[in-house]
């Protein structure tokens, strides 16, 4: 199975900062990586496909970038409604599987 | 709009069973592969596998493969997670997820878009 590890376990950055979301696949994925956010309470949603492609209506203060086994998602302008745990996933070779999630809090 | 309506919670006894339904609307339903997913308390995410919606066959992580039974009624557009012979460590939220696939060419993107609401199952004596 394709290990998927994220850094930082959580972070904390005040409105307007740029915060930067890392995670490390075990073997050499392509793009195949996809990024979702988790509020409190709710579902996951998907914010990015293909390591960089952003879903329709996703705000544009969201990216993502990388190749191979190494992959970034990086908030711009972060804002009050980005509080959340958002994790990567490898869309790569089944099982799909996921990181262990990071938690972004607002200072 | 496209949508995924699960049932509601659940409290269980161990060695019961738990059918957890996933109602979805707004896509032709046999277009798109239905996942499952696992959130125990606290924790992450977990791929349980998927129900190929036009054939109705499963496919199951390893982990999940036995006690867990994914089923469909496509007259209702309704997918159906099993749980048979629970165990406390069963507790989490259940979630059923659309799997959506975009060509690229040589190779797929693939992602789970929308998720349902999610269901949480509760064991405990």
């Known amino acids: 199975d394709i290990q998927m590890t994220q850094s930082p376990s959580s972070l904390s950055a005040s409105v307007g900062d740029t915060v930067t979301v890392t995670c490390r696949a075990s073997?050499?994925?392509?793009?195949?990586v996809n990024w979702y956010q988790q509020k409190l309470g709710k579902a996951p949603k998907v914010l990015i496909y293909g390591a960089s492609s952003l879903l329709s209506g996703v705000p544009s203060r969201f990216s993502g970038s990388g190749y191979g086994t190494d992959f970034t998602l990086t908030i711009s302008n972060l804002q009050p409604e980005d509080l959340a745990i958002y994790y990567c996933?490898?869309?790569?070779?089944?099982?799909?599987?996921f990181g262990q999630g990071t938690k972004v809090e607002i200072k | 709009q496209v949508q995924l309506v699960q049932s509601g919670s659940e409290l269980k006894k161990p060695g019961a069973a738990v059918k957890v339904s996933c109602k979805a609307s707004?896509?032709?339903?046999?277009?798109?592969?239905m996942n499952w997913v696992r959130q125990a308390p606290g924790q992450g995410l977990e791929w349980m596998g998927w129900i190929n919606t036009n054939t109705g066959n499963p496919t199951y992580a390893q982990d999940f493969a036995g006690r867990f039974v994914f089923s469909l009624d496509t007259s209702v557009t309704t997918a159906y997670l099993q749980i048979r012979s629970l165990k406390a460590e069963d507790t989490a939220v259940y979630y059923c997820a659309r799997g959506v696939t975009l060509s690229r060419g040589v190779s797929l993107d693939s992602w789970f878009d929308p998720w349902g609401q999610g269901t949480l199952v509760i064991v405990s004596s």
């Open positions: 073997q050499s994925i392509d793009i195949d």
């Open positions: 996933q490898q869309s790569h070779n089944t099982p799909w599987t």
């Open positions: 707004g896509y032709s339903f046999t277009t798109y592969g």
